[in-house]
């Protein structure tokens, strides 16, 4: 072979190595593998640990964020419904044999697995399969967490964008009427848990207390049966 013609059959060749090498590569990405495990114990809604390969290890769930619950030694103060996200893993995953699929980021900067928990090996990875067996979709769809997208881990985040705002729309979980702060509509005098003072609906005080210490009364006997006091403009 000459050199000129050479040149090209190198060219060539170097082609269709490229070729095969992303062909394999896209394959690989349609089939991701799936590592067993069964869960060991439930940290809250979005953490768990399993037994893999014969070790412990924790995981945290992608793509998603469930409310706190209290860790008074973290100075964490407990979410509304972060109870009812732990109880709820608990009752689906503890003791469970689950198969879970990483996406780029293996584990996150706590060494905690980072993981999409199947709840059976899916036919397909379809968004149809996502909705019925990954346990990450399914604390999104009945309102127990929110979407939270860390990039590079982002193989799902569109379809679960969606899952929420079905949750939302239908008003599950923490998208339903107890979590929500309620209009101050019906209340008559606000209370704050806090000064132990009181306020007409109305007056421009009432609505600076945090929704954290606000307390609603019917009427003003009521306020002062509990023990709070009016305060100096809503005294007269
Ligand atoms: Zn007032």
């Known amino acids: 072979m000459r050199p000129k013609r050479f040149i090209p059959f190198l060219l060539a060749l170097f082609v269709l190595l490229l070729l095969s090498g992303c062909a394999s590569k896209s394959e690989a990405a349609g089939k991701p593998k799936l590592l067993q495990a069964v869960v060991t114990h439930v940290s809250d809604g ?65 060494g905690r697995l980072l993981a999409y928990v199947w709840l059976s090996p899916p036919a397909a990875f379809t968004e149809k399969e996502v909705r019925a067996r990954i346990y990450n979709a399914e604390l999104l769809l009945n309102g127990y967490a929110q979407v939270m997208t860390v990039p590079p881990n982002v193989k799902y985040a569109d379809i679960f964008v969606k899952f929420q705002r079905e949750a939302r729309e239908k008003g599950k979980g923490l998208w339903g009427a107890p979590a929500v702060a309620k209009p101050a509509g019906k209340a008559l005098y606000v209370g704050n848990r806090r000064t132990k003072i009181f306020h007409r609906a109305g007056c421009r005080w009432a609505q600076k207390i945090s929704p954290a210490n606000r307390v609603e009364f019917g009427s003003r006997e009521e306020a002062i049966k509990a023990g709070y006091r009016p305060c100096r403009v809503c005294r007269s």
């Open 46 to 110: 979005d953490t768990v640990h399993v037994r893999l390969n014969g070790r412990d290890e924790r995981v945290r769930l992608i793509g998603v964020n469930t409310p706190e619950i209290s860790h008074p030694d973290l100075g964490i103060r407990e979410q509304p419904y972060g109870k009812q996200a732990a109880a709820y893993t608990r009752k689906r995953l503890l003791k469970r044999k689950v198969w879970l699929e990483f996406d780029v980021q293996q584990r996150d900067k706590y």
